[in-house]
């Protein structure tokens, strides 16, 4: 942006945020100020917007008699190229000119808006806090002040105006503190984000009929779609990007629609809705999917619509579902299920989903389940770790998951890994949890990297294929070798079985040095010809109560033929479905445990992606002497310390 341009946008959002200090103070509390001043910037910039055609476009509305709304708006938009309206004869000028009805004046000027933008003020929430205003006798001011706003297209193009409800947001997001990180993406991250989405496009980005659609199913104040949609219109001015969102919370919802209209964004750009019970977009997939979905939230009350969902082979909850505190992998699924197909002209869909380190290790069926699918397909383009505290809600750790559906050749059946923790820079102001940010510089440290793929730097990036994060969790253990031996406490432990007498203990005394393996045969052989039963159970607890651990003995088998694992001997061991097991054990396990043995047809299948411990260096250990001298020093100064209390 040219300097002018953002010393105007800075002052023109200054002089808004002015009405804050001027006719709020002691009305609304401080965090509840941009609840406020927000909705009456979005109703003065669609008045400008509307005021060079409003008297023609009243008189053509009111031609069309008693027309359907919706018929309405398709004519109004067929003449006059409107995607809305108003027919009220009010604007904020003639209200505040005088004092009197200001409240109801303002309730009718609202509702001479076209219905298709008529939910942003329910949202707002506009009629209550119009009444709050009025009640402390501010309305009629806050009005004034805003209609002399100069908030025209053609004072303020709708890049501009962007960035002065953006420098609006942040200012009442400040305020609010972590509760922004609700609906509220820092601009750096999302920044990030489309940079990677769209740096392997550059040359199908270009010409003039290119056309890209941009999806946000958690769309929040709408800022992932307009940076994307920005980021395009610098590469290509006359490419046709189309947005699409979707958001559950009011507020959230208000802000996106009304961030995206005042910027000639279409009014169902963002539609209300929850996401995971109803696809507002069913059907459709898209170029490019952005979200920054809620972490560790619960969804017990969306869980009978997305499990009656998962039942449909093939839809998005079909592959697995995560614990029911922690909803966010839900989200991810769905991304992907909303990704374009891959097509014969190298397109594809691409999404950025923002997760925190949970759905990277969840061991649970259904996380398990999510992961398979996506690295079975390929689906799995690369996983970037960002720096902690870069949210306003969460100083977490936080990563970025790169889907796509149509890999550059030297990428498939590969997953890049980026470390862009320590690519940050400290925020001057806290705010929230978030007191780092990633500035062009760091995030075009990441960027090439991701650019140079396999030659760049191993210390922040690594790659790898989907194999490396399947795994087999085999079981390993250590056959015993036993010695028969009789001893009393081995009568002792025989006597509370009714199967067993004391005519038993003489043959045991018998059967004394007796090859353990021998001895489900030669006990009841021996029992037989004493005249004495030898049922199965007993068999089982004689030869378990003349075991004696002997490691000259040969490797103990049961009954049955199977192998007797020791006592306190058995582990389960992580081999990667991209090594061989034998191999795996010969290096891993044998050297420290000569004699263990493993059952591959008990292994369990799992996955995980262990960023942290995959770029995990470890720090080398103070010398000793160093330590030494420490202590030497500390205990110097400690008996100097002891001295001079003495003397006092």
């Not at 046709?240 to 910027?263: N, W």
Request: aromatic share 8%.
């Amino acid at each position: 942006m040219p300097e002018s341009t953002a010393t105007t946008t800075s002052t023109t959002a200054r002089i808004v945020w002015d009405t804050a200090d001027k006719f709020l103070r002691n009305i609304v509390d401080e965090e509840d100020y941009g609840d406020y001043i927000l909705p009456f910037t979005v109703l003065r910039r669609l008045e400008c917007m509307l005021a060079d055609s409003k008297e023609e476009v009243r008189k053509f509305v009111a031609s069309l008699g008693e027309m359907p709304p919706h018929f309405i708006d398709i004519a109004v938009k067929e003449e006059f190229k409107l995607s809305f309206y108003n027919v009220s004869p009010l604007d904020l000028a003639t209200i505040a000119s005088v004092d009197d009805n200001v409240e109801k004046s303002l309730k009718s000027y609202i509702d001479g808006f076209s219905h298709n933008i008529a939910d942003i003020w329910v949202s707002f929430e506009f009629g209550r806090r119009a009444s709050v205003l009025a009640e402390a006798n501010r309305l009629h001011a806050v009005i004034k002040h805003f209609s002399t706003l100069d908030l025209a297209p053609g004072k303020l193009e709708n890049t501009a105006m962007g960035d002065v409800f953006e420098d609006i947001m942040y200012r009442a997001f400040n305020k609010k503190g972590k509760a922004a990180g609700n609906f509220y993406t820092p601009r750096d991250a999302i920044k990030l984000m489309v940079d990677i989405l769209i740096t392997n496009d550059d040359d199908t980005l270009a010409g003039d009929s290119a056309a890209r659609s941009i999806y946000d199913p958690t769309a929040g104040s709408g800022g992932m779609l307009l940076i994307a949609k920005d980021a395009l219109t610098k590469m290509n001015d006359k490419i046709d990007a189309t947005l699409y969102g979707q958001e559950l919370m009011a507020s959230a919802f208000a802000l996106g629609k009304a961030d995206l209209l005042i910027q000639g964004g279409r009014p169902d750009a963002i539609k209300r809705g929850n996401t995971l019970v109803k696809d507002l977009y069913e059907g459709q997939t898209f170029d490019y999917v952005l979200s920054n979905p809620p972490f560790g939230t619960d969804w017990s009350a969306d869980e009978a619509s997305v499990r009656e969902q998962a039942k449909v082979h093939g839809s998005r909850f079909s592959h697995g579902l995560p614990s029911i505190s922690d909803g966010q992998m839900l989200f991810l699924a769905h991304c992907a299920s909303k990704l374009s197909p891959a097509s014969t002209n190298g397109q594809g869909g691409r999404a950025a989903v923002v997760s925190n380190a949970s759905p990277l290790f969840s061991s649970d069926k259904g996380p398990n389940g999510i992961r398979q699918w996506l690295l079975e397909e390929d689906l799995i383009d690369a996983i970037i770790a960002l720096p902690t505290q870069m949210f306003y809600g969460t100083g977490i750790a936080t990563y970025v998951w790169i889907l796509d559906t149509n890999k550059d050749p030297e990428r498939e059946r590969k997953i890049q890994l980026i470390d862009g923790s320590g690519q940050w820079d400290p925020l001057l102001k806290p705010m929230g949890e978030k007191r780092r940010m990633m500035r062009k510089g760091k995030r075009n440290v990441v960027v090439e990297a991701y650019q140079k793929f396999e030659d760049a730097d191993p210390a922040i990036s690594r790659v790898m294929t989907p194999e490396d994060f399947m795994f087999r969790d085999v079981p390993v253990f250590k056959q015993a070798r036993f010695a028969t031996r009789f001893s009393e406490e081995a009568v002792d432990a025989l006597r509370a079985r009714r199967d067993f007498t004391d005519a038993h203990i003489s043959v045991l005394k018998l059967l004394d040095g007796t090859p353990w393996n021998e001895l489900p045969a030669s006990f009841p052989q021996a029992a037989k010809a004493a005249g004495l039963k030898a049922p199965l159970g007993l068999i089982d607890a004689v030869t378990k109560a003349l075991a004696v651990a002997d490691h000259a003995s040969p490797l103990a088998i049961d009954r049955k033929g199977n192998p007797v694992i020791a006592d306190g001997w058995k582990i389960t061991e992580r081999v990667l479905l991209s090594e061989d097991l034998t191999e795996h054990m010969e290096r891993e396990v044998l050297p420290f445990a000569p004699e263990a043995v493993w059952d591959e047809s008990k292994a369990k299948a799992g996955n995980e992606i262990p960023i942290p411990r995959i770029f995990y260096v470890p720090e080398e250990p103070r010398p000793l002497q160093d330590i030494d001298a420490d202590v030497s020093r500390l205990m110097g100064e400690l008996a100097e310390m002891f001295k001079v209390v003495r003397e006092a």
